[in-house]
């Protein structure tokens, strides 16, 4: 079977926190152009599991295998936006992309693909959260990391934010990379779903 | 090289930016060295003897005023866990963090100084060895501080914590931040062991300070 090599597996990964079992025998493996959602109710560990695959929290048991990018540098957008309101929009971005290495887009041409141009000189404190989303959004262009981790990627968003969503998605798809989205949505492009739900 | 730099850069333009924060700390230092001629009484002699104790523990207090800003806007707005992936070590991203807040209180207290050495009766030798003093034994302060901020950033009443904890760590640093002011010419024991603390605690803190910030993070 020569499928294209993978560039995460994940074996028999369970995960606690506050002493609650979130969920055990997780198993799934991603390759380049694949994206996974994750889905289950809320407290469910989807967040968690995204901040286990990021190295953040530890499992309990179970193996995180990152192929050929350990430690994994990949980009995680959770349910802060990591923006800071007394810095520019511009600012912002050209923070991350010097913390985070200055491969990708330009910050006037990331705020310009997620709807943002033209505010670049405005503090971040002024945006509503729905472009704070978006400006949380921006950082994935501004460094070019294969991995993509999405903690609700669409929340505070429009339709139109929605469709910007699934564009950043799949333009990094097309591109051999890999996503996880932990979503309520329908994200279009989903190759795997990984449903958990409360461990009895 | 550019990601560390971006770090100072960034933490001194958000201070500038918020505005007054170090002015705030300079202030309280001013005010809190200030108040002692109040319960010491008119006693100039005795008030310029004091006054080397009295202007290290005003600037101990003033830098642990500002502890809790250090990393508690940076875990509540979410950056401070994006830092786990940064292209830097989290190491790295915490001696960055280090250098600005010795920067944003440290320096504004030496460069207020002179204020206090007119009004604390000082007299010009007197001064200067404070001012190095302090500059050599600051790093420590701000080193201990950084430590105590990460160990309880987590913790929701953590900036109540942090001074408790890091307390009996500076004690040495002021023990031999007054015996250099204290010190006759030509002795350089103080100067040597306040020096050594600076550097061993500022090389030690960023790991420290890295580990405490992951635990948490868990």
Redesign the interface.
């Known amino acids: 079977m020569n499928g294209p090599k993978p560039l995460l597996t994940v074996e028999n990964l369970a995960l606690s926190r506050g002493g609650r079992r979130l969920f055990e025998a997780i198993e799934f493996g991603l390759a380049p152009g694949q994206l996974l959602l994750l889905r289950g109710p809320n407290g469910a560990g989807k967040s968690s599991l995204l901040l286990a695959l990021?190295?953040?929290?530890?499992p309990d048991s179970g193996t995180i295998d990152w192929y050929a990018i350990e430690p994994?540098?990949?980009?995680?957008i959770?349910?802060?936006?990591?923006?800071?309101?007394?810095?520019t929009l511009t600012?912002n971005l050209?923070?991350?992309r010097?913390?985070?290495?200055?491969d990708g887009a330009s910050p006037e041409a990331a705020l310009e693909a997620v709807g943002l141009g033209g505010l670049g000189g405005l503090d971040s404190g002024y945006l509503s959260a729905g472009q704070t989303k978006r400006l949380a959004l921006a950082r994935l262009l501004v460094?070019d990391r294969k991995i993509w981790l999405l903690d609700e990627p669409a929340a505070s968003l429009d339709a139109e934010g929605d469709a910007l969503v699934a564009n950043l998605i799949a333009g990094r798809l097309s591109t051999g990379g890999a996503v996880i989205a932990a979503t309520h949505d329908n994200i279009a492009g989903a190759t795997q779903t990984l449903l958990l739900g409360p461990t009895p | 090289m550019?990601?560390l730099?971006?770090?100072i850069g960034?933490d001194l333009?958000?201070a500038t930016?918020?505005g007054g924060d170090a002015l705030t700390l300079v202030l309280f230092f001013v005010m809190a060295a200030a108040i002692m001629p109040f319960a010491i009484g008119p006693d100039r002699v005795l008030l310029a003897k004091l006054s080397p104790a009295i202007i290290w523990i005003a600037a101990f207090l003033s830098i642990l005023l500002g502890l809790d800003r250090l990393f508690r806007?940076d875990e509540?707005?979410?950056?401070l866990?994006?830092?786990?992936?940064?292209?830097?070590p989290l190491e790295l991203?915490v001696a960055g963090k280090v250098l600005a807040h010795w920067l944003l209180t440290a320096l504004p207290l030496l460069i207020a100084s002179p204020l206090l050495a007119v009004l604390l009766s000082m007299d010009a030798s007197l001064w200067a060895k404070t001012v190095l003093a302090l500059l050599l034994g600051t790093p420590a302060l701000t080193a201990f501080g950084v430590i105590g901020a990460a160990v309880t950033v987590s913790l929701k009443r953590g900036g109540l914590l942090a001074p408790v904890l890091i307390l009996p760590l500076c004690i040495p640093v002021l023990i031999f931040g007054v015996a250099l002011v204290a010190a006759p010419e030509g002795s350089s024991a103080a100067l040597l062991f306040l020096s050594a603390l600076s550097l061993v605690s500022v090389a030690f803190c960023p790991f420290a300070a890295a580990l405490a910030l992951r635990v948490g993070?868990?």
């Not at chain 1, 994994?72 to 995680?76: E, S, T």
């Not at chain 2, 509540?76 to 950056?79: H, I, L, S, V």
């Not at chain 2, 866990?81 to 830097?88: E, K, N, S, T």
């Open positions: 990021a190295g953040i929290l530890r994994p540098k990949l980009h995680l959770g349910h802060q936006p990591g923006v800071k309101a007394r810095l600012e050209a923070f991350w010097a913390v985070n290495g200055p460094t | 550019s990601a730099v971006a770090i960034r333009k958000l930016r918020t806007a509540d707005d979410g950056t866990l994006l830092l786990h992936h940064a292209a830097i991203v993070s868990e």
